[in-house]
């Protein structure tokens, strides 16, 4: 079967992945949207307002990718639905109502575990008590394969997700169209691996990873979306679509292996312990690796949860000075916001921005930046109000001044029975007189 990657992240390009729809004859595409931040940020928004907390671009995006991927026969898995996915299955039938398109959505919904996660357990990141981070506003739990493989079952062109472990979204469709049983170690290892490479999208084409006279790559502001030929044992070639920018190689591929890795021995996945040590890539071509030789164990008992706390407020603001001895006065107004901020009990960051060239001289335009974290909006706009003020309480020649104050959400994990998870598919249609 062949599967693509359309999505790297939230803020992802949405055209490399109506191409591969287009012009790759996948089978699968997968859209990886959601990290740790961005749900608890999705559960956010949902809490102010329940109608939202789905990705923010859904509608963007599949207003251009679904027709194609109807036309083409391309089943998409994606993890849109973030915070809410029952709202972002409704929002994708209107909108295949608005475009005529026939289609069926699974919704696969049970990561949101906050009701059920005890906030006595100690963070994995310190140990520390979840509860005493601050007030938690979101939990959700890593799914697996399993709880993807009933969505795909259903039959749906479209399947859509909260918190699901990113390789997750490759296994479940790889397991289905091939037949694997997800216990069998070595093929969702070999799935697991599929996943890992393709799951960032562009970075294995050669984004993140481009650095000119080092790393080149041709036509990166054309750069291309991968996608994996991948055979009934597991073993895969990655590619991309000719003509498009970017670049697959042993290089490309082996940083895309390490990233995110801290024990390649032991990548816990809620399907499996990957051993990346045997893992071999092998140049077959232009643009095509191949790789295999992954090693799997038994799945984790438990599943990770990422949990979301409100960590206080952070101030960001900054003012320009230009001319002679700019950078003196913006070093200068550093001190004075400082100074006046010393008995706030706040921690205070000041920094000259861009005061001498590459050859070591002076420039004639530079940027003092203050930033601080605060408990409340009102002591984080204190700090802003400091810098405002230098306008005519400062240096001369100060301007441009820009503040912003929002409120920060940090991020924890712990670990939950899988026992105490317990997902569920919601299947929504539209038939040919709704389209």
Not at 36 to 49: C, P, V, Y
Not at 211 to 217: A, L, R, T
Not at 257 to 266: Q, R
């Amino acid at each position: 079967m062949r599967i693509g990657s359309g999505a790297g992240f939230a803020g992802d390009r949405i055209g490399p992945a109506v191409d591969l729809a287009a012009r790759a004859g996948l089978d699968d595409l997968v859209l990886e949207c959601l990290a740790e931040r961005t749900i608890a940020l999705g559960q956010q928004r949902k809490l102010r307002d329940p109608a939202v907390g789905y990705d923010p671009r859904l509608r963007a995006r599949f207003e251009r990718l679904l027709p194609v991927a109807a036309a083409h026969g391309v089943r998409v898995v994606t993890n849109m639905g973030a915070a809410n996915p029952l709202v972002a299955g409704e929002v994708t039938r209107d909108l295949l109502v608005d475009l005529g398109v026939r289609g069926k959505i699974a919704v696969v919904t049970g990561d949101d575990v906050l009701d059920r996660l005890d906030l006595r357990l100690p963070a994995l990141e310190d140990r520390v008590p979840l509860a005493d981070h601050g007030a938690v506003v979101s939990a959700n739990a890593y799914l697996g394969a399993d709880a993807l493989l009933p969505a795909l079952d259903t039959g749906a062109n479209v399947v859509l997700t909260g918190r699901v472990a990113d390789p997750s979204l490759f296994v479940a469709p790889l397991a289905h169209r091939l037949g694997w049983e997800l216990d069998d170690w070595p093929r969702i290892a070999a799935g697991t691996l599929v996943g890992h490479v393709l799951e960032c999208a562009g970075q294995v084409t050669g984004g993140y990873f481009a650095d000119p006279g080092v790393k080149d790559v041709p036509d990166l502001a054309e750069l291309g979306f991968p996608f994996a030929e991948v055979a009934s044992d597991g073993t895969a070639t990655i590619g991309k679509l000719a003509g498009t920018g970017g670049v697959v190689s042993k290089a490309t591929v082996r940083e895309q292996l390490l990233y995110e890795v801290t024990d390649p021995t032991g990548y816990r996945t809620p399907d499996v312990v990957l051993d990346f040590r045997p893992v071999r890539a092998e140049q077959t071509g232009d643009d095509r690796v191949r790789i295999s030789g992954a090693a799997g164990q038994a799945r984790p008992a438990e599943l990770k949860v990422s949990v979301g706390y409100r960590a206080g407020y952070r101030a960001e603001c900054g003012i320009s000075y230009a001319g002679p001895n700019a950078a003196g006065r913006a070093r200068l107004a550093a001190d004075v916001v400082t100074t006046r901020l010393r008995g706030t009990g706040l921690r205070i960051r000041a920094e000259v921005l861009g005061a001498v060239r590459d050859s070591g001289e002076p420039t004639d335009e530079c940027r003092l930046r203050v930033a601080a974290m605060a408990p409340d909006p009102t002591a984080a706009d204190v700090v802003c109000h400091e810098v405002e003020a230098l306008y005519t309480n400062g240096p001369a020649g100060g301007g441009g001044v820009r503040a912003d104050v929002r409120e920060v959400i940090g991020i924890v994990s712990a670990l939950i029975p899988r026992s105490d998870v317990e997902t569920r598919v919601t299947v929504l249609e539209v038939d040919d007189a709704a389209a």
